[in-house]
């Protein structure tokens, strides 16, 4: 049996996440190893490039996350059940990025109160609403919008739609943004009741949630 074994930090959830919640997704066996800051120094030159995450597939290491995740999926059958839909998922996983990213340093990061604030106002008022918008008629293209982003069951592009929305709905932001977008609320409370209800409730506990 093929042993799988994911290097990553212990105060942050970060590139890690998507990763655990594909095993989770598929079932799998995964050891998930933890480091703490003290520990790094050591670990860091047995990396391939000198940071995680990465996943070591019998004692073999892949690094890079969108690497990993894809290797996951495809490994684990959730990366669609052709090329087209293959390509439907990155499409989707692409699109997440747009959202995200705008965000990440002027409302995650940001310090000055006054700034995040004002940052914050634009980035949910003006910057996500025509991501959203992208996302949830990609959602309702397939099923109308009761089922998944791709096929029948949940792939790729569920998980990191997902986790996307956890960076997101962080707290002070939470209940913002996707108001508007009901069957992507629907989506997202779906796996968490049902596919990622067992690694919620078990993961360990952040005291920071901006660094989820």
Known sequence: MTSYKLLYFDYTRGRAEATRMLFAVANKELEDVRITKEEWP?????????????LEIDGKQLPQSN?????????????????????????????????????????????????????????YEKTAPPFLKILHDLLVKNNEGTGYFVGNTATLADVIFF??????????????????YPMLVGLRDRLAANELAKHLKERPSLLDSRLK
């Open 42 to 54: 050591k670990i860091k030159p047995t990396t391939p490039q000198g940071h995680v995450p990465v």
């Open 67 to 123: 690497a990993i995740e894809s290797y996951v999926a495809r490994e684990f059958g959730l990366y669609g059940s052709d090329n087209w839909e293959a390509a439907q998922i990155d499409v989707i996983r692409e699109t997440t990025k747009d959202l995200i990213q705008p965000m990440i340093m002027p409302v995650l990061f940001e310090q000055d109160e006054e700034k995040q604030a004002i940052n914050s106002k634009e980035y």
């Open 163 to 180: 986790v996307t929305m956890e960076w997101f709905e962080a707290p002070p932001y939470a209940d913002k943004g996707l108001e508007n």
